[in-house]
């Protein structure tokens, strides 16, 4: 029996990178992962190979739709289905190696087989093919992830009525797809097939889509969404059947009025959200409490109400954020050596990779009007961006910062548009180290870039000061 300084059940994004660091820290590490792949749903059916889906299909509605104005031409453009999901599976795989070189390098020992727990110092694994057996440890951290969830009345049979993990293997363009859920992996998903060709529609039971975000977000992104690519939603919609034949998929919902509405499609994409995958994991035998929403509790130190017992990414409140769990991943493993790590729970960005690209990180305009904090909010439109102007990319979106009315103390920042994702980065940084509006502003830009638009957001929060307005 093997005896370790610290197991990390999973190994997605939160429980590789919590191993290295504990490995890293001095510490007899392993992972037990389930699956024969390391890398969890955000390298195997996740963030990754959506990634590569995405960027394929941009690919091919630029040429079909921008690159004649660019000057250049082509003939007979279509779409090979079969080789852009081959060029994904090699993404994948490339990408799970490397985590593989990772484990070897820091010399982390890796157990395939499903982890749970005997006792709070005993991990059983169980092989797919094979005998059980006993690991012994002192620290245990808990990086199971998630899974889709679903409603009862959705007949989910992962053929006509499929999740993302099937979504990201369909080796035909559909006709049309219904997407139920206006959230973060459907519109993604969504857009994936909508730039190929697909008819998608959107039903969604709230008033918008991303609702975890500020409100201008989810309207400029349905209005691009909508006249970009055709999308079809349908707010205020609850969702009421769900279910497929050998050829199709149907739902069935009623708008706030109370009708009927039926849609007849290639597909159905249930998108309604993830649920904490803590099945079978033994936590009775350690004595580890969940809340009512099947999450594992823990402490600020990231503990569960066991010693010695820790969780981490998906499993514990907060976002479902592959970066989030990798952060308190790195936190765990930092706590466990003495050390004294942070983390600002409320500056983990949130990112919603369509185009434009969606990003946000701090309060929204609503939180701040429900807690009643006085701000102010500057705004600069990317249509007034020379770098935006020159990609083709003017037509649409915005940066938005929010800062304290009195201490200019940057409380959020929210943008839509081009490139996105890699510009909250600043805005991330910047609230990091409690700057204003006004240390934004001052601070040089490279002319020209796309990050022009935040210094210029930042002057305008400051007292109307934008120059390219």
Known sequence: MSNYDVIVIGSGPGGYVSAIRCAQLGMKTAVVEKYNTLGGTCLNVGCIPSK??????EHYHNAKHTFETHGIELKDLKVNMEQMIERKRGVVSQTCAGIDF?????NIDVHNGFGSFKDKNTVLVTPEDGVAFELKTKNTIIATGSKPASFPFIQLDKKRVITSTEALEITEVPKHMVVIGGGVIG????SVYARL???VSVVEYLGGIIPTMDKAL???LQKNLKKELGFEFYLSHKVIEVRGDDNKAYVKAENKKGELVEFEADYALVSVGRRPYTDNLGLENAGVKVDDRGRVDVNGQLQTNVAGIYAIGDVVKGAMLAHKAEEEGVFVAEVLAGQKPHIDHNLIPGVVYTWPEVASVGKTEEQLKEAKVEYKSGMFPFKASGRARASMDANYGF?????????DEVLGVHMIGPRCADLIAEAVTAMEFRA???DISRICHAHPTFSEAVKEAALDATGKRALHI
């Open 52 to 57: 590569a889906l995405l960027d394929s299909s």
């Open 102 to 106: 990772l484990m070897k390098k820091n």
């Open 187 to 190: 519109l993604e998903l969504g």
């Open 197 to 199: 060709g697909t008819k």
């Open 218 to 220: 989810g309207k400029e």
């Open 399 to 407: 940066v938005k910062i929010l800062a304290d009315k009195t201490t």
């Open 436 to 438: 204003t509006a006004e």
